[in-house]
């Protein structure tokens, strides 16, 4: 059911090295992280097997208690977490416990075992140990920024990196350019969050907008945008920007519930911090509303058919470009009802073009065509030689499907209160495939009209489209013909 697809790097910026002092160590890209089992078997060839509370096997680490694997996770002067490691447990780690509450634990192990709080500490000691924290630390916030919105957990980082800092000028350049890429990333996110809800604040149903302005709807998506190849490009700069902003601690906590050992009744529900998550999949449902408004708008059916035909080609191209989330939602917007039963105007249609689409997406085998086509486009994207042969937006729904299956198929701890980190090694793998997809730049040109478009053109609702399919080709039944008698009362105020 999960395909093996090897996620290529994400790069982190090294902190630098004083001269003549150790240099940092190196981790492997996230390329090097997983095979095809879930994770790199190599990487966990332990001397500690049986103890100190992490249970291994055939040299994988399977198990072990929450504060062994917090443990784990904290470097000391002779050993340097794997990347793998780091990348897995910050993910999974909010399902047992919160990342402030976790930062307060790495914080004050990093403390008391360098003794970076004690005056006499050996600062020899400290110059081996301090790179490999800030580089711990580095990691957090470039790879789960968000996590830091809290107060609790910047006030620690900010403690932790000052104690590291203080006796080295190198030290605190790199502190504090830690600390800039960090806000800059935040602020980013809050101008994202203002302008979506500035969106979602003026979306309006195009019916009552055309009872009330019609003559503010005087353009359709063909005249904004006649070429499908352009609109396939204007699609795919939205999808990847909404990705971008998804952070990938959002698929878990998208799943949290109560943690069977945690006392606190309350703790987890503040966890569940989804938004940009939300926002990707709304935008999903706006493509395929707008779809289906722009069929049923049209009073003549040789123009029905033209928008149809339009968002065929669109849809290809989609295809083509490898954005699968618009596909799935043109493909969608297509397939409900008020527009799968408009038989004349599909008539009119050249509809071999949308069967081909159609057999692609197909769910049957769980959706083994769609899945195959993905894998194409991950090994495109492996080899690419150009940012336009890296694009791989998936269908999302389905990849947070997956997700939730894997998530609800295995138990999180084992019957011993151990955490199973056999589940989160897969669930890691899972998510890096998207860090790797999300943070491709969209190559095409942006065009603010299409954009604006896209983004904001009124859409109707459920009952509107039912209302439009019947005035373009009647009732056929008395189902809908009692159907379309009320929505005329109850949205017109006609009889």
């Known amino acids: 059911m999960y395909n093996s697809i090897t996620p290529v790097c994400f790069t982190s910026p090294l902190i630098e090295k004083p001269i003549g002092k150790e240099s940092m160590p190196q981790t492997p890209p996230f390329s090097a992280m997983f095979d095809s089992s879930g994770y790199n078997r190599n990487l966990y060839q332990s001397a500690e097997e049986s103890c100190g509370g992490l249970y291994y096997h055939d040299n994988n680490l399977l198990s072990g208690s929450l504060e062994a694997l917090i443990q784990h996770l904290v470097p000391n002067v002779d050993y340097y977490p794997d990347r793998t490691y780091i990348f897995t447990f910050l993910l999974s780690s909010r399902l047992f416990m919160h990342p402030y509450e976790l930062m307060a634990k790495v914080c004050h192990l990093c403390v008391e075992h360098q003794r970076l709080n004690d005056p006499n500490s050996d600062k020899n000691q400290i110059r081996k140990i301090a790179p490999k924290i800030l580089q711990l630390l580095t990691e957090w916030t470039e790879t789960f920024p968000y996590d830091f919105r809290d107060e609790r957990m910047m006030r620690n980082l900010k403690d932790l990196a000052h104690r590291i800092a203080s006796g080295e000028e190198t030290y605190r350049k790199n502190v504090q350019q830690m600390i800039q890429c960090l806000i800059r990333k935040l602020a980013a996110l809050s101008q994202y969050e203002e302008v979506l809800a500035k969106i979602s604040s003026t979306s309006t149903d195009r019916l009552t907008v055309i009872r009330t302005k019609p003559q503010s709807i005087q353009r359709d998506i063909i005249t904004v945008c006649s070429d499908p190849y352009t609109l396939a490009q204007q699609l795919t700069h939205i999808e990847l920007e909404r990705l971008n902003y998804i952070g990938p601690e959002e698929f878990v906590q998208a799943f949290v519930q109560k943690d069977p050992l945690d006392n606190d009744k309350s703790c987890y529900s503040d966890r569940k911090k989804t938004r940009n998550l939300e926002a990707y999949?709304?935008?999903?449902?706006?493509l395929s509303y707008l779809v289906a408004t722009e069929i049923c708008m049209p009073v003549k059916k040789k123009h029905r058919a033209r928008v149809i035909e339009h968002f065929i080609d669109v849809a290809r191209e989609c295809f083509n470009i490898g954005n699968f989330n618009s596909l799935m939602a043109i493909i969608s917007g297509m397939n409900m009802s008020p527009v799968s039963r408009l038989k004349k105007t599909w008539a009119k249609v050249k509809t071999a073009k949308f069967d081909v689409l159609e057999h692609q997406m197909d769910?049957?085998?769980?959706?083994?065509?769609?899945?195959?086509?993905?894998r194409g486009a991950a090994q495109r994207s492996l080899t690419a030689h150009s940012s336009r042969e890296k694009i791989v937006i998936p269908f999302f729904s389905l990849l947070i499907k997956d997700i939730y299956f894997l998530n609800e198929g295995c138990a999180n701890r084992l019957p011993n209160g151990h955490v199973n980190f056999e589940k989160f090694w897969e669930l890691a793998k899972q998510v890096s495939e998207f860090m790797t997809w999300k943070q491709v730049e969209c190559p095409f040109e942006r065009d603010?009209?299409?954009l604006q478009y896209l983004l904001t053109a009124p859409v109707f609702s459920e009952d509107s489209l039912y209302?439009?399919?019947y005035e373009s080709e009647g009732p056929e039944n008395h189902i809908e013909k009692d159907r379309w008698k009320s929505l005329r009362s109850s949205l017109l105020g006609r009889v």
């Open 281 to 286: 999949v709304e935008w999903f449902n706006r």
């Open 363 to 374: 769910p049957s085998s769980n959706f083994y065509n769609y899945r195959t086509a993905l």
């Open 448 to 450: 603010r009209k299409i």
């Open 467 to 469: 209302l439009a399919s």
